[in-house]
């Protein structure tokens, strides 16, 4: 089970940081990632980790920082210069299997977190 927690409202150019905490998941086996959706839309990738390299959607690079702490059994996502268009529900997700650069395909993770709201409007 994955928890999810960081979600809210925030104004353009504004920060927020999400959590997702591993319950019953030893994440430091698992490949690992973030990814976001609107309605209408697919879930789309913002992050994910596989092999000790970290991959990021075009339009958050250079934006958005993607962390894990094997120690808390944690995965973090630092978001910055937020845009409206970050606006989505996130959720963390997790792999048991090695994803390598397939990790950027969410129908390749079995683990899911709740989703938490990100809104970013003036």
């Known amino acids: 089970q994955l928890v999810e927690s960081g979600g809210g409202l925030v104004q353009p150019g504004g920060s927020l940081r999400l959590s997702c905490i591993g319950s019953g998941l030893d994440l430091s086996y698992f490949d690992i990632g973030w990814f976001r959706q609107v309605p209408g839309k697919e879930r789309e990738v913002v992050s994910c980790i596989s092999d000790g390299r970290t991959y990021y959607g075009d339009s958050v690079k250079g934006r958005f920082t993607f962390s894990r702490d094997n120690a808390k059994n944690a995965m973090y996502l630092q978001m910055n210069s937020l845009k409206p268009e970050d606006t989505g529900v996130y959720y963390c997700?997790?792999?048991?299997?090695?994803?390598?650069?397939?990790?950027?395909?969410?129908?390749?993770?079995?683990?899911w977190g709740q989703g938490t709201q990100v809104t970013v409007s003036s």
């Open positions: 997700a997790a792999s048991g299997r090695e994803l390598l650069n397939q990790c950027v395909v969410a129908r390749n993770y079995n683990f």
